[in-house]
T-cell receptor
Framework: DTAVSQTPKYLVTQMGNDKSIKCEQN?????MYWYKQDSKKFLKIMFS???????INETVPNRFSPKSPDKAHLNLHINSLELGDSAVYFC????????????FGPGTRLTVL | AQSVTQPDIHITVSEGASLELRCNYS??????LFWYVQSPGQGLQLLLK??????LVQGIKGFEAEFKRSQSSFNLRKPSVHWSDAAEYFC??????????????FGKGTKLSVIP
């Protein structure tokens, strides 16, 4: 009964490849996010989706494209991978209220060689 | 714009000793504040949160935090640390970028090491 799940957990790939990370939540939440954690453990918001609509898009390269086929899923597709994309990517979800907790997935560690 | 500062990058305490992790925030309105813990190789788990009411908030695993508006602080405390508390701790504030997104802005984290 995992609340927020991500696949794959580890992803190792070559520069220039295209890859996707999948996220699913079974909590019935309205909003989903992608965060990036760099090598110094700093977490930064990348995208947010509310009821399948993109509502923020922080300054990330347009090689990153989030896609939400339905309210329970938010996938992240990355084109033309670069060395600097190596990081841990976390998916999260929450209900609508500002005070509601964000629940995080286990993370996907992406390594670009 | 909102921001969160965690002044201590790394703290080492002995098992059984008390712990305080510092967090300062910058936010124009009433802040909604969170503490998350990340064990090695794991995702983030919520320890506690504050958004209104009693300024001393109790969380899981024996942690508590106190909101002090005058000092713009939300420090995390535990009276007696266990070896299993060794992890990375993140303070965060909720910000609204519009349309109810309410994303989290995180501090840079404090790594806690526990000496047996």
């Amino acid at each position: 009964d995992t609340a927020v799940s991500q696949t794959p957990k580890y992803l190792v790939t070559q520069m220039g490849n295209d890859k996707s990370i999948k996220c699913e939540q079974n909590l019935g939440h309205d909003t989903m996010y992608w965060y990036k954690q760099d090598s110094k453990k700093f977490l930064k918001i990348m995208f947010s989706y509310n009821n399948k609509e993109l509502i923020i898009n922080e300054t990330v390269p347009n090689r990153f494209s989030p896609k939400s086929p339905d309210k329970a899923h938010l996938n992240l597709h990355i084109n033309s991978l670069e060395l600097g994309d190596s990081a841990v990517y976390f998916c999260a979800s929450r209900k609508a209220n500002k005070a509601d907790t964000q629940y995080f997935g286990p993370g996907t560690r992406l390594t670009v060689l | 714009a909102q921001s969160v500062t965690q002044p201590d990058i790394h703290i080492t305490v002995s098992e059984g000793a008390s712990l305080e992790l510092r967090c300062n925030y910058s936010y124009g309105a009433t802040p909604y504040l969170f503490w998350y813990v990340q064990s090695p190789g794991q995702g983030l788990q919520l320890l506690l949160k504050y958004f209104s009411g009693d300024t001393l908030v109790q969380g899981i695993k024996g942690f508590e935090a106190e909101f002090k508006r005058s000092q713009s602080s939300f420090n995390l405390r535990k009276p007696s640390v266990h070896w299993s508390d060794a992890a990375e701790y993140f303070c965060a504030v909720v910000a609204d970028s519009g349309a109810g997104s309410y994303q989290l802005t995180f501090g840079k984290g404090t790594k806690l090491s526990v000496i047996p």
